[in-house]
């Protein structure tokens, strides 16, 4: 069964950082790409970043370029969303996501608030 459980989210001050992690289960980790998604009170839900299967390679949305770092450890199965100098408008529920076997599959969500 696939599955995925994303946690590490909290209340930080504008400027500040948190560091989201997404462990997954049930698939072959190394073939599949990761993604993450944030969803804003009465909002859609939208991309924030993914990262590939094999070579590794990165998408960041614009609204986040420059400041959020997505990385992967094999080892663990585990992806990371490093986050840095957050904003208001960061604030959101944040949600992993693996498209595996002609669907996606979710993690739970972990909250992220961000504000003084």
């Known amino acids: 069964e696939v599955q995925l459980q994303a946690s590490g989210g909290g209340k930080v001050q504008p400027g500040g950082s948190l560091r989201l992690s997404c462990a997954a289960s049930?698939?072959?980790?190394?073939?599949?790409?990761i993604g993450w998604f944030r969803q804003a009170p009465g909002k859609e839900r939208e991309g924030v970043s993914c990262?590939?299967?094999?070579?590794?390679?990165?998408y960041y949305a614009d609204s986040v370029k420059g400041r959020f770092t997505i990385s992967k450890d094999n080892a663990k199965n585990t992806v990371y969303l490093q986050m840095n100098s957050l904003k208001p408008e960061d604030t959101a529920v944040y949600y992993c996501?693996?498209?595996?076997?002609?669907?996606?599959?979710w993690g739970q969500g972990t909250l992220v608030t961000v504000s003084s």
């Open positions: 990262i590939s299967n094999s070579n590794g390679n990165t």
């Open positions: 049930g698939f072959t980790f190394d073939d599949y790409a």
């Open positions: 996501n693996v498209w595996v076997g002609g669907r996606f599959y």
